[in-house]
């Protein structure tokens, strides 16, 4: 049940601030209590205007607490986005906190009318300081899936596909708004020139990544994952020349890139050299994405490899992962091939068994040769290879599969 009143009000807003300012923790602490029990309901025109304003300010934090006092201020207005005019909105997210700043965002998209597209095309528009843009870290845009102005809406998402960080949300919201409602050709056709120009820079990027020294880790991990997302957009476009933009690709010097522009030329019956294929496949990582890409194309090139070598580019690609090693090992060597976990001998049941290691001063470089195993259900367990014998070694991994079945997802778990 609506308030007939609200009960919060220019001094209960100052009374806040200038309780999460002070010096002692128990006073921010009754500060933060006081915050959380405001609802959208309990603030008028001059309620939300001045939680707005108290938004762009900073407010020191509560040892172990990690809530942020200025971004709750603005996600409370969330839930009555009308209720602050847009150009106080925008004079605040210019002074504003990234996190603030990404609320704000969001807050301006969930208006869902004409003045909210006015504020975001100001904030995200070709002509906005890339300085004072915040990275999306959840889809902020969203909301605007529902606005009555899609072709707005479409040529704002499309003036955010270059800019950094951006180009995966706002990838991932034109391609679910062609998929639900296709636009005209003639929209189409002017989507199809933006996109071919974010891949085409995306992928300059990359080969730029690809010249700096591979033991700082992988320098197009993030245009490489936003070439992804927006190659999803490019794949629905398909009724357009894209073999310019696909022949960049597939010439990258980034193996990964080109490994993702030759799965796509095959897909659509164009041909490509198979020496370009192997070069791409020289790189285990590019490796097992070939494979994976060309099998889903029902191509026989992707067949063309042997079970070690695709094994190893699953393993590899594991590794690289953030959450693992980081990037693909210093040195891999194949140890053994033994059946996979389920006891069965036939080809397709296998574990290839290798071994791995880091050069310093990566932070498993102390351990030397580790073992990994891939094909199966299998993956490394970061064990070292003199810790144990290799039946051991296999019998760990089998015992760490069955504790956590659910760990594989692309070939080495």
């Known amino acids: 049940m609506a308030r007939p009143w609200p009960t919060v009000g220019l001094d209960d807003v100052a009374e806040l601030r200038a309780l999460l300012r002070r010096r002692d923790a128990a006073a921010r602490q009754i500060g933060l209590a006081l915050l959380r029990s405001w609802t959208a309901e309990d603030l008028g025109a001059v309620g939300a205007r001045a939680v707005l304003e108290a938004a762009g300010g900073s407010y020191p934090s509560l040892p172990g607490d990690h809530e942020h006092p200025a971004?709750?201020?603005?996600?409370?207005?969330?839930?009555?986005?009308?209720?602050?005019?847009?150009t106080d909105v925008v004079r605040v997210y210019l002074i504003a906190g990234e996190?603030?700043?990404?609320?704000?965002?969001?807050?301006?998209?969930?208006?869902?009318?004409?003045?909210?597209?006015?504020?975001?095309?100001?904030?995200?528009?070709?002509?906005?300081?890339?300085?004072?843009?915040?990275?999306?870290?959840?889809?902020?845009?969203?909301?605007?899936?529902?606005?009555?102005?899609?072709?707005?809406?479409?040529?704002?998402?499309?003036?955010?596909?270059?800019?950094?960080?951006?180009?995966?949300?706002?990838?991932?919201?034109?391609?679910?708004?062609?998929?639900?409602?296709?636009?005209?050709?003639?929209?189409?056709?002017r989507l199809m020139v933006g996109v071919g120009s974010c891949v085409v820079s995306l992928v300059e990027a990359c080969n730029r990544a690809?010249?700096?020294?591979?033991?700082?880790?992988?320098?197009?991990?993030?245009?490489?994952?936003?070439?992804?997302?927006?190659?999803?957009?490019?794949?629905?476009?398909?009724?357009?020349?894209?073999?310019?933009?696909?022949?960049?690709?597939?010439?990258?010097?980034?193996?990964?890139v080109a490994a993702m522009g030759a799965v796509r030329l095959v897909a659509r019956a164009q041909?490509?050299?198979?020496?370009?294929?192997?070069?791409?496949?020289?790189d285990p990582v590019?490796?097992?994405?070939?494979?994976?890409?060309?099998?889903?194309?029902?191509?026989?090139?992707?067949?063309?490899?042997s079970g070690i070598e695709v094994a190893e580019g699953e393993l590899a690609?594991?590794?690289?992962?953030?959450?693992e090693l980081g990037r693909v090992p210093d040195e891999m060597e194949h140890v053994a091939t033994v059946p996979g976990g389920d006891g069965a001998d036939d080809a397709d049941a296998v574990m290839h068994v290798f071994r791995f290691r880091m050069n310093a001063p990566h932070w498993s470089s102390a351990r030397g040769w580790m073992i990994g195993a891939a094909g199966g259900d299998a993956y490394s367990c970061y064990s070292a290879q003199d810790e144990a014998s290799l039946a051991d070694h296999v019998a760990e991994i089998r015992r760490a599969l069955t504790d956590w079945p659910d760990r594989r997802t692309d070939g080495a778990a």
Do not use: K, Y
């Not at 971004?71 to 847009?86: C, G, I, K, N, R």
């Not at 041909?271 to 020289?282: D, H, T």
């Open 71 to 86: 971004e709750m201020m603005a996600h409370l207005l969330w839930d009555a986005p009308t209720s602050v005019p847009v």
């Open 99 to 189: 996190r603030v700043r990404r609320a704000l965002i969001h807050l301006l998209a969930l208006r869902c009318d004409a003045d909210g597209l006015d504020g975001l095309e100001f904030i995200l528009g070709p002509e906005a300081p890339a300085e004072l843009l915040a990275s999306p870290t959840t889809p902020l845009l969203e909301p605007l899936t529902a606005h009555p102005d899609r072709d707005r809406v479409r040529a704002l998402l499309l003036a955010a596909l270059p800019r950094s960080g951006w180009s995966w949300h706002a990838a991932a919201m034109l391609l679910a708004l062609e998929t639900t409602e296709p636009s005209s050709i003639e929209n189409r056709g």
């Open 210 to 256: 690809a010249l700096t020294d591979p033991r700082a880790g992988d320098g197009a991990r993030s245009e490489r994952e936003a070439l992804s997302a927006v190659l999803g957009l490019l794949d629905e476009l398909r009724e357009h020349d894209q073999r310019d933009v696909l022949a960049a690709m597939l010439g990258s010097s980034d193996p990964r």
């Open 271 to 282: 041909p490509v050299a198979p020496e370009r294929l192997s070069l791409i496949a020289r």
């Open 286 to 305: 590019a490796r097992a994405d070939l494979h994976d890409g060309l099998r889903s194309a029902h191509s026989s090139d992707a067949f063309a490899l």
């Open 317 to 323: 690609r594991w590794l690289s992962a953030v959450t």
